[in-house]
């Protein structure tokens, strides 16, 4: 446990090349979403970005995932996303929807 703290839950980065590491051998796949739930919360410091981005990936994924039984409240999902992009001042992405 100590090296663990010490030396891979030190950072985001630090984790990910440990969690790669333990799977080079190819006996397993890598697990991201398993690393996100198991290791990244542990970690000292993740507020990197890409830290951010994953789980900001994660929830949309998730989001998706539960829009998919549900027509009516996929197309809300886009009618709102449409109007927050909007008010950013981001129509290309806003027309992408």
């Given at each position: 446990m100590s090296h663990l703290r010490s030396e891979i839950l030190v950072s985001a980065d630090a984790a990910r090349a440990w969690w790669i590491d333990l799977h080079r051998d190819g006996s397993r796949p890598i697990?991201?979403?398993?690393?996100?739930?198991?290791?990244?919360?542990?970690?000292?410091n993740a507020q990197d970005p890409q830290s951010k981005a994953m789980r900001a990936a994660v929830v949309l994924a998730q989001v998706m995932e539960r829009l998919d039984s549900d027509p009516g409240r996929h197309q809300q999902f886009r009618a709102t996303t449409r109007v927050v992009l909007q008010q950013m001042n981001w129509e290309d992405l806003a027309d992408e929807l």
């Open positions: 697990s991201w979403e398993e690393f996100n739930t198991h290791v990244l919360p542990y970690v000292g």
